[in-house]
């Protein structure tokens, strides 16, 4: 299993470098540069902005500069805030992020397959409409709907939470990890729900049932394992998709996470502070992927690496 | 530059002008009867993060905000953009381009230190320095041998600024710069702590390292989530300013801006959502500060076009367009009409006007259909043009109704197309368009920020147009050293560009701002738009 996870880090490297390459050339293809606003600079003083940040070289070496600064750990400086270097905005914004991302997440998972498998036993009943009339919702409306209406429930008509200069702590968090986990519950249950129906009504659980094992037992100890592989299988792209989720939900919340600096960074042609962040994209996409194909092994005992 | 010597010649008849009072106190003026909160706190939201606070790379509105509170110049605006002493106690122009600034002898730093002219030399050396890259080189070009300073021709100390001693400053400029006092309030040109530059380089801006000689000093910053300055107590004014600590939210999404300030967690915001400035108003009407500001919304018109280069169709585009009904019913914040490039307030020309503007509707349309009809356009060969803007809401919603005027009134056909708003810029500066939206707001208050956009050649002139006649009576109204000529020349020099219609002007920009009732000290007469905190109080409430 070490040798394993050892030869999939190796792999990613290339892989990281094509999605570092690709960002790169698709940045420097986008018409609009980092110094063009309203107000057009002097030819003199973009020469001077360009020569600052090596714009004025060719491609491939500003791409080298590049290159060399990552393998010294320095995403370089941000072409916006001047004062900043990625390096320190990404490791600022990074652990607000974190924090909301990975507590929604395990909340997430908890409620989701909780409610898959209340949905999955009593199928069509009450309980399973309501399970499957959230899925529904979740996954239908989407954030940037439902977080302006639980700001205005919650900060505006019933001030019951602060709302404005964000601070890390738990009331602060409380509304963008609802919507979140929210919106992966909605997927979970489903998927859960779906994929406990499946295995109930496989052989080897009707098997169990005429031995006369109880209900408990054949849920907990025979179904329930199998029926969380495909919920494994989602959580990489969900883990990534909450990241994309931020975007919105940071702007909405006025948290200052990495989805916020991607937008602006992506507005105002921050070229290193959105190779930055796609880097870290790429290396969280890589390592949920590995980490879903670890929790495979140790779920499915016909898997092997 | 012969001219400008001549003129220097000249200097001794000319009537040397004296402006500013010693030791004007400048902070907050609470009126009598009004009893101050004993918390004086204000959280400001300012629309976006700061790019900087590096004073030789701050450019936005944002950015320009907290500056102006944690730096002062030699001059400084109020909160009506009345020029006053800041730094400088008194000033004298000596020569048309000499000006002699006293600087006060209780200036300090936050840190105790005292303040010298050499700190000023020192820090517009090192702004206009190319290795600084600053992008607001323009300040620095009205300065002696500014631009081939910025090109890197000539060393720094080429510069028009000279310490004569602690307290004396000599700024020399290149044309006779009648704004100057204007352009010195702006925080691109404040002092520099050298010591704090030298001992931290770049991150001399961080708090607890930026030593400032504003009202403020900067306590706290979270990039995209607050930044806190608290008073100065070293400020030479700080017994007139009330208010302690002030926090600039950088909330960027309108929406969440004004829940945000409807919650209660933020006293003043400069924006509204689209569409929402009535309804506050109708709901919120003593919380409503617009302000209408030196700004121009406009439509640029490409003169290299083939078919704009026609004189007659930019001017039969321009007549059709219903300001009032533009102005009441598709923006209704209290924009005022514009037919010129100068708006109301600017200071060095006048408003200038069309002679159609006051026609009935009908007989405009008249005029421009014969226009139209004269250029080889009509019923059986209708024009079609293109344009151009940012995706923004507030720009499609002006855009639908300018097209659907020129539709209905002249029978002609506009595709829209929006671009995402840096690929937009890029095809503005380009010249690949018919006609775009755009707007200019001036960075100080004299005309020639909005002649930048006629002149030939000039960075902002997107419409490509050149008229050397108006050139020349800008030029010489820049070399003009009397106030009331040189009006007239650059009020002439507007005129003939506009009647040219190289732009369309729609309407002056209004900001639809919104400030709590219990926050004194703001005003609606700031053309400049920048509010100082140290200006501002808390009511007791």
């Known amino acids: 299993m070490l040798s394993y996870i050892f030869r999939r880090l190796c792999g990613a490297v290339p892989t990281i470098l094509v999605v570092v390459t690709v960002c790169f050339t698709m940045l420097q293809l986008t018409p609009g540069g980092p110094f063009d606003s309203e107000r057009k600079v002097s030819p003199e003083v973009l020469a001077n902005l360009q020569a600052k940040y090596h714009l004025n070289e060719p491609i491939y070496k500003q791409y080298g500069y590049y290159l060399n600064n990552l393998l010294h750990g320095d995403l370089g400086a941000s072409f916006r805030y001047a004062d900043w270097s990625v390096n320190s905005l990404v490791g600022n914004a990074l652990p607000i992020s974190l924090t909301i991302g990975c507590t929604s997440m395990v909340l997430a998972l908890f409620f989701g397959v909780l409610l898959g498998i209340v949905a999955a036993l009593k199928q069509n009943s009450l309980v399973d409409y309501f399970v499957m009339f959230l899925s529904n919702f979740g996954s239908a409306v989407p954030s940037f709907v439902i977080g302006p209406v639980l700001v205005l429930v919650f900060c505006l008509w019933t001030p019951l939470l602060p709302f404005g200069e964000f601070r890390l702590t738990p009331a602060y968090i409380l509304l963008p990890v609802a919507l979140l986990t929210l919106i992966n519950v909605s997927t979970l249950g489903r998927v859960m729900r779906g994929s406990l129906i499946e295995v109930l009504n496989s052989n080897y659980i009707r098997t169990a049932r005429a031995k006369g094992l109880p209900l408990r037992t054949i849920v907990l100890r025979h179904a329930l394992k199998p029926a969380l592989l495909p919920i494994v299988t989602l959580l990489g792209p969900l883990a990534v998709a909450t990241i994309a989720q931020a975007v919105v939900t940071e702007s909405v919340f006025a948290i200052p996470g990495i989805g916020r600096l991607l937008v602006n960074g992506a507005i105002n042609r921050d070229y290193t502070l959105v190779l930055g962040l796609v880097l870290l994209v790429a290396i969280a996409t890589v390592l949920f992927n590995l980490i879903v194909d670890v929790v495979y092994a140790l779920l499915d005992p016909r898997i092997r690496y | ?541």
């Not at chain 2, 001693?165 to 710069?177: F, G, M, Q, R, S």
């Not at chain 2, 004189?311 to 005022?336: F, H, P, T």
Request: hydrophobic content about 40%.
């Open chain 2, 1 to 541: 530059m012969k001219q400008v010597k001549s003129l220097s010649v000249l200097a001794a008849s000319v009537a040397l002008a004296l402006a500013g009072a010693s030791g004007v106190a400048t902070a907050a003026k609470v009126p009598a009867g009004v009893q101050l909160d004993a918390k004086q706190e204000l959280i400001r939201n300012n629309g976006s993060e700061v790019e900087s606070l590096d004073i030789s790379q701050v450019e936005s509105y944002p950015a320009i905000s907290v500056t102006s509170d944690l730096y002062e110049g030699l001059t400084r605006r109020d909160n009506n953009s009345k020029i006053l002493p800041g730094v400088a106690e008194s000033w004298k122009q000596t020569s048309p381009t000499t000006w002699v600034f006293h600087l006060r002898k209780d200036a300090k730093w936050s840190n105790g230190d005292a303040l010298t002219a050499q700190d000023f030399v020192f820090s517009w050396q090192r702004t206009a320095d190319p290795k600084t890259a600053t992008k607001y080189g323009i300040f620095f070009e009205f300065l002696k041998n500014g631009k081939d300073v910025l090109a890197g021709k000539k060393p720094v100390s080429a510069l028009g600024v000279k310490a004569v001693d602690a307290h004396t400053l000599e700024v020399t400029t290149d044309v006779p710069t009648a704004f100057l006092p204007d352009l010195l309030t702006n925080p691109q040109m404040a002092p520099l702590h050298k010591a704090s530059y030298e001992k931290f380089g770049k991150d001399y801006t961080k708090p607890g390292k930026l030593v400032s000689n504003g009202a403020y000093t900067l306590s706290d910053w979270v990039v995209n989530n607050r930044l806190v300055l608290v008073k100065n107590a070293n400020y030479w004014d700080a017994k007139d300013t009330k208010i302690t600590k002030v926090t600039y939210l950088p909330v960027e999404d309108e929406a969440t801006e004004l829940k945000i300030y409807r919650a209660g967690e933020a006293d003043t915001i400069d924006r509204l959502p689209a569409g929402t400035f009535q309804q506050m108003k109708a709901q919120l009407p003593k919380e409503m500060k617009p302000n209408k500001i030196l700004g121009l919304y406009y439509y640029g018109l490409n003169c290299n076009d083939p078919v704009l280069k026609d004189k007659r169709v930019r001017q039969a585009l321009s007549m059709v367009i219903d300001r009032d009904v533009l102005v009441n019913k598709v923006m209704g914040n209290g924009e005022a009409q514009a037919y010129s490039l100068i708006v109301a307030g600017t200071a060095g020309a006048s408003v200038t006007g069309y002679d159609w503007q006051k026609l009935p509707m009908a007989k405009r349309v008249e005029e421009a259909k014969k226009l139209l009809a004269a250029a080889g356009y009509g019923p059986n060969k209708p024009l079609h043009l293109k344009f151009s803007y940012n995706t923004s809401e507030v720009h499609k919603k002006v855009g639908l109704f300018v097209i659907s005027e020129w539709k209905t009134k002249l029978g002609i056909v506009t595709g829209m197309e929006n671009q995402e708003f840096k690929v937009f810029l890029k095809t503005r500066h380009d010249g690949n368009y018919q006609v775009a939206r755009n707007g200019w707001s001036v960075d100080y208050n004299d005309a020639n920020s909005f002649l930048d956009l006629v002149r030939c050649g000039s960075d902002q002139n997107d419409s490509k147009y050149c008229n050397k006649a108006v050139d020349a009576e800008i030029a010489k109204g820049n070399l003009t050293v009397d106030a009331a000529k040189r009006k007239a020349l650059l009020t002439s020099a507007t005129k003939l560009a506009m009647e040219d219609y190289p732009i369309i002007p729609l309407f002056q920009y209004v900001q639809p701002r919104m400030t709590k009732t219990w926050v004194g000290g703001w005003t609606t007469t700031n053309p400049m738009d920048i509010y100082k905190t140290q200006e501002l109080y808390i009511v007791k409430h």
